[in-house]
């Protein structure tokens, strides 16, 4: 018995006294923050870049000021726009694509340059492969403007007007494998009409011809059409979106006129190089979706034609996908050879 006693009594490197076993247990605890912060720094913990690819002035760039003066509040740090302008915008894309994936170098990609350039061009990055999408910022549906010379007041008079005229009315864009080339040889695709295609250099010029009736018909931007309106030369009879827009409620879409499933929307959302963290890319998206939350963003974006979204990661990598397959089957319609 005096023998067992001692035995209990005396310490053994094998079985750790309870005290000893919260004492390591305490220390093991306390070198987790510091393990942590050694294998996933707080980010961010220097200045993040937004690649833009088109010049500054238009909605890409607008956009992605208007975010980037949101998120330096948000992130704590300066969130700065560097323009990279160049092959319709991949220039920056296959820039950011073979960036650093650390969450630094992130690209304000432009729906047109993620679904439609490398549908027509042979492109240095995938967009799939090469990025991790992290919020869709904000969309912007096409509008369809005819000149106050054709009698039509929406889709379906249009459509039934060529139909009796094959051949004698025209529509505009703003260049070879534009948006707006795209998505009206996808209608005219779809409606199996006869319209010739005039190509301008800009939907400036494109406008300036359909305001004086040189082209009948042209797809733009709210920004591009919108503001004529009051001048009486020209009427806005379709909506590519697939719900109508808040800016023009009276305006039916072209899904509703008789081609269901018809959409056509333009996008920017913030991207990043594939590889980048998936916290890093969380931390980003809810900042986006904070910004957007606050008061003011939405009316900002709206000045410009632009619906806030603020999606989530899937959500725009669902969205991209679809932009994909639409916009591919609309480069075929439209003729269009991978160059």
């Known amino acids: 018995m005096k023998f067992l006693d001692a035995h209990r009594a005396s310490p053994s490197v094998h079985a750790p006294t309870p005290m000893r076993r919260v004492a390591v247990l305490a220390a093991c605890l306390a070198c987790l923050p510091s393990l942590t912060m050694a294998q996933a720094p707080f980010w961010p913990t220097k200045p993040v870049k937004i690649v833009v690819p088109f010049a500054p002035g238009g909605n890409t760039d607008s956009i992605a000021r208007i975010m980037a003066e949101r998120l330096t509040q948000s992130l704590g740090q300066s969130v700065l726009v560097e323009n990279k302008v160049g092959a319709g915008g991949g220039i920056a894309a296959e820039f950011v694509a073979k960036a650093a994936p650390d969450g630094y170098t992130l690209l304000m990609a432009a729906m047109p340059v993620m679904a439609i350039l490398p549908a027509i061009n042979k492109t240095s990055y995938d967009p799939v492969r090469d990025f991790v999408p992290i919020s869709n910022v904000g969309s912007n549906p096409f509008v369809m403007g005819v000149h106050k010379s054709v009698p039509a007041n929406n889709v379906q008079e249009l459509v039934a007007l060529v139909r009796k005229n094959p051949g004698k009315y025209n529509y505009a864009s703003g260049g070879s494998g534009s948006v707006s080339h795209l998505s009206a040889a996808l209608f005219v695709n779809r409606a199996q009409i006869d319209m010739t295609h005039v190509s301008y250099k800009g939907g400036a010029p494109a406008v300036t011809d359909l305001l004086a009736g040189n082209v009948q018909m042209y797809f733009g931007n709210f920004s591009e059409l919108v503001p004529h309106l009051a001048g009486g030369n020209i009427r806005l009879i379709g909506v590519s979106s697939d719900k109508r827009s808040s800016q023009l409620p009276q305006v039916a879409t072209i899904a509703e006129s008789g081609f269901p499933g018809f959409r056509t929307v333009t996008w920017n959302g913030l991207m990043a190089p594939a590889g980048t963290p998936a916290a890093v890319v969380q931390r980003v998206a809810d900042a986006v979706k904070e910004a957007l939350a606050a008061e ?44």
């Open 296 to 339: 003011g963003m939405a009316a900002r974006l709206q000045q410009i034609g632009v619906d806030a979204i603020g999606s989530t990661p899937r959500e725009l990598a669902d969205t991209l996908r679809a932009d994909i397959a639409i916009w591919s089957e609309a480069a075929k319609a439209a003729k269009l050879k991978m160059e």
